[in-house]
């Protein structure tokens, strides 16, 4: 966690990726920045944030989700080598084999700090500190929903409930969070005087939790901040996803001076889940590569991904973030071009960071002939630019035909290059249909920049005199 | 699209649920609420956005998909009837089957336009406006990675070229947006005067894109509101999700005064795609129901999304908003029981919405008694609270042995019914082993509240003569 950049400038600043407009003595030469990138302010914990990781237990309510002993053991000890700062559990109170469970996990002596999370009710305090846990995490709903139709308690009930549990647990030499539930449909008078209460006898954390997922990145910002100015505790911040906002939130909570997140693997939990933990890595290493990549064992993400994807029987969603199939997959012709001049133009993450590749789409009617000559090199082929932009064509003129898999574009260019170099000429691709075969000529022939098209014909054929020959294709 | 509410606060401000602390005439008995429960302010165009659909250009970007005219024409067709605003296709130039396709489509007669988004040429505005489109969209690079990277072109190349086809596509009677890519990563004050230049030569949008998906949702909110402050034309944005952030920057830009969002069916696009129309909704009707569902027929997205999910070959995931299979479901033993007494407890969007059900899980260790209740409602048993807290129990139990499905709960709810009014002791279930029949009656014994349901076993007797026969559980 040391730092790579020393400056004058905030930490968190000075490792915003093109925060770089102040001249300092470290910095000579700034490179023009946008002012819209954003500035750590005193308040962001945006480059040292804490990872509650909630797979255990969030995770646990996850509909498909039945974790033996054994994997959650297998889960946590992945976890813990990742280095996530925190491994919350279900409750012991949830059931015998959660106790039990709880126990084990504690006895496996991980770096990360054990965590269990129980209603806030004495009996549930007793029963979590016998665990050997390292801190209880105690929630009770505050809006008026539920305090009408989940508890039916009132504000002074709680803040006198949370007040005794948390003096148990701190007497028990415990770290204890308070949280309430359904934190952005709670009177915020109501919110603030019981956390003031709850900091005031020495809470060592205090919970907002989204736990409908209804709030916005701006309501989260005000709120936290506001609540930063009447606690001096550490805010732990929960967002669930069913309005899209649970990383943007997470993002915006830090901003506002919240120091821990909670996420999930994958972002499994109630309903369609909470902050992942993938895509909140996704965000942060955006924000502050150095801390990321520093803390985190970041290409440990797939494997961890893929052991909880089998453990509750899901497939990786395609558009997962890094670990997606197509999260580092470039297609457009455009795109591809300024992809292999230089990645950063349409990437900004490294897909290596988390020992993932690059991979540029060339078989595709959209492809461009930088992508073409891309794949010309990777197979170890020599042709000029001319003729990578006359089989370009060829390839596009056939995907706009039929789906074209890497294996077809690879074939014709393979084809294209030999008779280039022959004296037969072998048709580009073998197996068209003669209704497919009519539709590539005219294909073909109609290819926008007819004009453009003859010009490099020609000049091919000035250029390497076999290319002249206009390669046929035939059933 | 008239409006259900009307009161002396805007209509922004008044449909937000949540939002009645005001005491007017038409709210008398204002329920105190949030402050913290965004308030429109006049730049805000969350009750008024419209969506520009790009699925069919964005999303043929998306590494799986290949749409021939066909499929094009059923997912044009499907999106108009869902009411999208505008519909955006392929460049033309992209190849002679894009162009055939662009006209095909516009010779439809739907009631979204039609846009087609081109590169800032004229070659390019000359083969879009022949297509029959309602409107051209035009792109070009302005970061200094695109403009070294990509096409080379410096800023007073862009803003010649850009007025140059902004006048002739305008001189055809079409719509024109201009559209800046890797807005995020472009020096402010280029970025604003190019705007501001097209803005004076009249051009309709203006866009902002976030290409790369760096921008985080406090920048979005930032440079949407400085914008709107320099040009008069409306305001399109586009999102990518590779940081998690594309619907909540989205919501961003609509608070900051943008009025277009580009989306993709399940998000679909370069990379890991773009702002999901569905993810939209799910953001939107918690903002503004009456606007969402008063203009978008929400119950046809999942027939939208199966199609395209279809077409591209992949599986919805398992975490999508609204139609995921998860995103109603309701696990933990708190949540079910105020989920059965009051929805919105844990729920901020009503499925019914979007023609999709509530889930109660009941089958799992984390079950409670009022989700068994309901079950037991729903199979038309009657049973006192006392015995299905006894049931419960056994449930519980049995979860903590092995995953249990729903029949399994069933059977055991059933048999336990029957054991209540028959002679005969029957067991609750049939094939544990010999190892699970012992760990199922130590669960059974240890489970919390040892005491509390020795005592819901003494009520239960009492009430209910029959209950009293403690059910054995044999192999």
Not at 92 to 121: F, M, N, W, Y
Not at 230 to 238: A, G, K, P, Q, R
Not at 422 to 445: G, N, V
Request: aromatic share 6%; hydrophobic share 40%.
């Amino acid at each position: 966690m040391t730092k790579s950049v020393s400056s004058n400038l905030s930490p968190t600043a000075a490792s915003h990726p093109g925060f770089t407009g102040i001249r300092t003595a470290q910095n000579p030469h700034p490179r023009p920045s946008n002012p819209y990138q954003p500035v750590g302010d005193f308040l962001s914990n945006v480059s040292r944030f804490k990872i509650i990781e909630s797979t255990l237990r969030e995770g646990e309510q996850f509909a498909n989700a039945f974790f033996d002993t054994e994997t959650k053991i297998r889960i946590a000890k992945a976890l813990d080598d990742f280095g996530v700062d925190y491994i919350e559990l279900t409750s012991p109170a949830a059931s015998e084999q959660s106790r039990l469970d709880c126990e084990a996990i504690c006895k496996l002596g991980l770096k990360a700090k054990i965590l269990t999370h129980v209603r806030c009710h004495m009996d549930d305090a007793r029963l979590a500190v016998e665990t050997g846990v390292d801190g209880v995490d105690v929630v009770i709903g505050t809006s008026s929903y539920l305090r009408e139709h989940s508890h039916g308690k009132d504000m002074t009930y709680i803040k006198n409930a949370a007040i005794e549990v948390i003096e148990f647990v701190k007497s028990k030499g415990l770290e204890i969070r308070f949280s309430s539930e359904d934190s952005f449909r709670s009177d915020l008078v109501d919110l603030l005087s019981i956390y003031s209460a709850v900091d005031k006898v020495g809470v060592g954390r205090v919970g907002i939790a989204d736990t409908v997922g209804c709030a916005s990145p701006r309501q989260v910002y005000d709120l936290v901040r506001t609540l930063r100015g009447v606690v001096s505790c550490d805010i732990e911040t929960h967002f669930h996803n069913d309005t899209g906002c649970a990383i943007a939130n997470a993002y915006c909570a830090l901003e506002a001076g919240a120091t821990h997140i909670d996420t999930s693997v994958i972002g499994i939990g109630e309903r369609n889940g909470i902050t992942p933990l993938g895509g909140l890595m996704a965000r942060m290493i955006v924000a502050d590569h150095d801390y990321v990549t520093g803390k985190y064992k970041l290409h440990k993400l797939k494997e961890i991904e893929d052991m909880v994807a089998e453990a509750v029987q899901i497939n990786i969603p395609f558009n997962n973030y890094i670990t997606g199939f197509c999260a580092f997959t470039h297609k457009a012709g455009i795109h591809a071009k300024a992809i292999l001049n230089n990645p950063s133009t349409y990437e900004i993450i490294n897909p290596a960071d988390f020992g993932m590749s690059r991979y540029v789409h060339f078989a595709s009617r959209l492809t461009g002939w930088n992508a073409i000559k891309s794949r010309v090199e990777q197979l170890g082929l020599e042709m000029t630019d001319a003729q990578i932009k006359l089989v370009t064509a060829k390839i596009k003129a056939l995907a706009d035909v039929r789906p074209i898999a890497i294996d077809d574009a690879d074939s014709i260019i393979r084809t294209f290059h030999l008779n280039l170099h022959s004296k037969e000429e072998k048709p580009l691709i073998a197996d068209l249909t003669e209704e497919e075969q009519a539709k590539f000529e005219e294909a073909e022939r109609q290819l926008s920049g007819e004009g453009e098209k003859r010009a490099l014909e020609q000049e091919a054929e000035a250029d390497a005199a076999p290319a002249a020959k206009k390669a046929k294709v035939a059933a």
